[in-house]
């Protein structure tokens, strides 16, 4: 169980002042995290904490576990932090949860939900790159994959969930990964809404994602043989060894 100090605390507080990203005196979107090899147990803590305000993000696959993500604003000190976690803690413990993980504050990537994700730079250069890019190319596709906001495909319909490894029965929301003829996995990503519609008519939801947060996501499935840019249309495939030398760029 994450057993974060209230020194510690204190010193990230202090260091969120100093970013100014944040204005620490107001209520702020807080996410918090817990892992269990178990999907069920998961679900009975998500509808335990939704009862309790909580908004549910989602339940995930992620290497050999499984992870429930909540939010929920509310204006912290590292005082009442420290006893929020205490708290969670004891509700990880309760439902027999492998770990409560801690906290962070949601990205900023959330203020791409409300508005219309555009990679219109991106998707011009993969238009015209055919076959191997001149050095001119791949200096602008680097680019613009890094500063790339993409549409992650998750599924909440039980005709288009995916198993968990560890369950039967599949997860609330789970990523859709894709396939190549021999099998091997690929996370698609999608540079707009359009794209993703071309791909799958199945009742599929879009979560924006970063490209630096997708880097490292995507690295950490450990059976993901890479990804692939609009798998729909003119797709354009990044395999793991491009996708650590982009997120080593993000680093």
């Known amino acids: 169980m994450a057993k974060i100090s209230l020194e510690e605390l204190k010193e990230m507080f202090a260091d969120l002042r100093e970013e100014g990203e944040w204005n620490l005196d107001e209520p702020l979107p807080w996410g918090y995290f817990f892992t269990s090899r178990e999907t069920e147990k998961l679900e009975r803590a998500a509808e335990a904490l939704t009862e309790q305000g909580y908004t549910l993000v989602g339940i995930f696959d992620a290497e050999d576990s499984v992870f429930l993500h909540v939010e929920k604003t509310e204006h912290h000190t590292p005082e009442t932090l420290f006893a929020r976690n205490e708290e969670l803690n004891a509700l990880a413990e309760k439902f027999g949860l492998d770990s409560y993980e801690?906290?962070?504050?949601?990205?900023?990537?959330?203020?791409?939900?409300?508005?219309?994700?555009?990679?219109?730079?991106?998707?011009?250069?993969?238009?015209?790159?055919?076959?191997?890019?001149?050095?001119?190319?791949?200096?602008?596709?680097?680019?613009?994959?890094?500063?790339?906001?993409?549409?992650?495909?998750?599924?909440?319909?039980?005709?288009?969930?995916?198993?968990?490894?560890?369950?039967?029965?599949?997860?609330?929301?789970?990523?859709?990964?894709?396939?190549?003829d021999e099998g091997a996995e690929f996370m698609p990503l999608f540079t707009d809404e359009a794209s993703l519609r071309a791909w799958t008519e199945e009742p599929v939801a879009a979560v924006p994602m970063s490209s630096e947060e997708a880097w490292e996501f995507i690295l950490a499935q450990e059976d993901c043989s890479g990804a692939v840019i609009n798998p729909g249309g003119i797709s354009f495939p990044l395999d793991r060894e491009m996708l650590k030398y982009l997120n080593d760029l993000s680093e």
């Open 102 to 180: 801690g906290m962070d504050l949601a990205s900023e990537i959330e203020d791409f939900e409300e508005e219309e994700v555009d990679n219109s730079e991106l998707v011009a250069i993969l238009n015209e790159i055919e076959e191997e890019p001149t050095p001119e190319q791949r200096e602008r596709l680097t680019e613009e994959l890094q500063a790339a906001v993409f549409l992650i495909p998750v599924a909440n319909d039980d005709e288009v969930a995916v198993e968990s490894e560890d369950s039967d029965e599949p997860t609330a929301i789970n990523l859709v990964i894709c396939t190549d």
